[in-house]
């Protein structure tokens, strides 16, 4: 008898998350983007999104720079290659579970 | 981690995607609706006084029309939600930039040279058809707006603009006021139309 075993793939901890996979997302399609266009694409509040930025940089997923513009505080985040290939991988391993 | 199942998190990517690339696109025709205005009107209202002068002096009037759109651009976007800029949007941005100076720059030189030339005592200056090369600059612009926006309906729309500004410049006399309305078609079909195109597509 021929039994096919259906392998999926483990699913990246850091990106199977609502807001971080959105914050991903939004970043991929952009050379970068400030705190504030995320907020609004995402729709999570301040807190949340400062705490999932600060997972997703700490991971290497992303690149942080705080600074000023004008008067008013500036945080701009961009992805890295390492978030990237991570995105592609995420992505491939979410099609073991679909196909 | 997350109960999250494989299809939301598809869906989650799909959707945040397509709402950021619509947020980043939006907006990208209003320039050039104001632009392509803006070279109708213009070209009209030199076409009506220069034909009714008969000085071609009134072509300076096009100086008075960068000023006005840079003005109108710029409290056209001063109040505008800032967005991230786009590839595509930051080569289209360059595209217009650019022939905008080339223009400028080509309609400087030939007066500056024709000045120097007549200061000199040199009655008969070099002249080139104008009209011609900028609706050829303008459409190839168009064009290539068009490609880089993945729009086929903007790239034919520019080159149905410069085939029919070419062969207004090509049937009508050399040096007659007619030939600006070349760029009166250009305006509207090379411009007004792929902004509004632009700005539908983006309004979904």
């Not at chain 1, 301040?46 to 008013?72: C, H, P, R, W």
């Not at chain 2, 071609?56 to 009037?61: C, E, I, K, T």
């Not at chain 2, 651009?73 to 505008?80: L, S, W």
């Amino acid at each position: 008898m021929n039994e096919t075993v259906k392998s999926f793939q483990p699913l990246d901890p850091l990106l199977h998350s609502e807001l971080r996979l959105a914050v991903m997302s939004v970043l991929l399609g952009v050379p970068e983007a400030d705190f504030v266009f995320l907020k609004a694409q995402t729709g999570a509040t301040s807190g949340n999104l400062s705490v999932q930025i600060d997972k997703l940089e700490q991971a290497g997923y992303i690149e942080v720079t705080k600074g000023f513009k004008g008067k008013m505080p500036q945080t701009i985040c961009r992805i890295t290659d390492q978030g990237r290939d991570a995105f592609a991988a995420y992505v491939e391993a979410l099609r073991s579970y679909i196909s | 981690m997350e109960n999250l199942s494989a299809e939301n998190s598809l869906r989650i990517i799909t959707e945040t995607l397509e709402r950021s690339r619509n947020a980043i696109a939006k907006n990208t025709g209003k320039p050039l609706i104001l632009w392509g205005a803006l070279v109708t009107l213009t070209s009209v209202v030199i076409w009506a006084l220069w034909a009714k002068s008969g000085s071609p002096m009134w072509n300076m009037l096009w100086f008075a029309m960068t000023i006005v759109g840079a003005i109108g651009t710029y409290f056209m976007t001063r109040n505008q939600e800032k967005v991230p800029e786009s590839e595509p949007k930051r080569i289209l941005g360059c595209v217009w930039k650019w022939f905008g100076f080339f223009a400028i720059g080509l309609y400087v030189l030939l007066w500056v040279t024709a000045l120097i030339l007549y200061a000199q005592g040199n009655e008969s200056v070099v002249t080139i058809n104008l009209s011609l090369i900028l609706s050829l600059m303008m459409g190839l612009c168009g064009a290539i707006s068009g490609a880089v926006m993945k729009m086929k309906s903007v790239t034919a729309a520019a080159v149905v603009a410069t085939i029919l500004a070419v062969l207004l410049v090509l049937l009508v006399p050399n040096g007659s006021p007619l030939q600006i309305l070349s760029f009166a078609i250009l305006g509207v079909v090379a411009l007004i139309v792929p902004g509004v195109i632009f700005q539908k597509k983006t309004a979904k």
